[in-house]
């Protein structure tokens, strides 16, 4: 065969001492993005079922039905938290997947359990109640405050996870 009509090799890359073709990296990385995603996504399906205990009625209803922006907003900022936490986890991991998956699916469980003691530690102490913020229909000063609450443990958990 001659010289111009060799197919061209795909590029390769060296990983410690091996070398690793470009299909193969990015076959892991694939599979990498996949499992996080799904784990990012079972965290936060959690998370808004924790919410959701913690609020009379069904969440999901006083949503979409109901249209309730106190529920809207505490959800919104508990599940931005728990994302922060799961992309601190996976820039934490250093490419290792197995124990990558496990810190992040154990940091954000603890995310949500720490943001649920928040919830109930602004009730007992500050006197702010979800379950009433919840009752209300316009937006309440004490849903932007645990929504920003949320979004600071969140940020809190994941800085302490890196």
């Known amino acids: 065969m001659s ?3 060799q197919p061209t090799p795909l590029p390769t890359t060296a990983i410690g001492t091996e070398t690793v073709s470009l299909a193969e990296l990015l076959g ?3 599979l990498a993005i996949a499992c996080y995603a799904v784990l ?3 965290l936060l399906i959690i998370g808004f079922y924790v919410i959701d205990l913690a609020i009379p009625g069904k969440l999901s209803r006083l949503i979409k039905t109901d249209r309730n922006p106190n529920a809207a907003l505490l959800t919104a900022s508990g599940l931005a938290a728990v994302g922060l936490i799961v992309a601190a986890s996976i820039w934490s991991s250093g ?3 197995q124990e990558g998956l496990l810190a992040t699916a154990v940091f954000g469980l ?6 649920t003691v928040g919830m109930i530690a602004f009730d007992k102490i500050a006197g702010i109640s979800v379950r009433e913020l ?3 229909p316009d937006l309440q000063p004490g849903t932007r405050l645990l929504a920003v609450t949320h979004v600071a443990i969140g940020l809190i958990t994941a800085v302490a996870v890196i």
């Open 95 to 97: 490419g290792a997947l």
């Open 134 to 136: 919840v009752a209300e």
């Open 28 to 30: 892991r990385g694939s």
């Open 40 to 42: 990012g996504v079972i």
């Open 110 to 115: 603890v995310g949500i359990a720490v943001q």
């Open 3 to 5: 010289p111009s009509l």
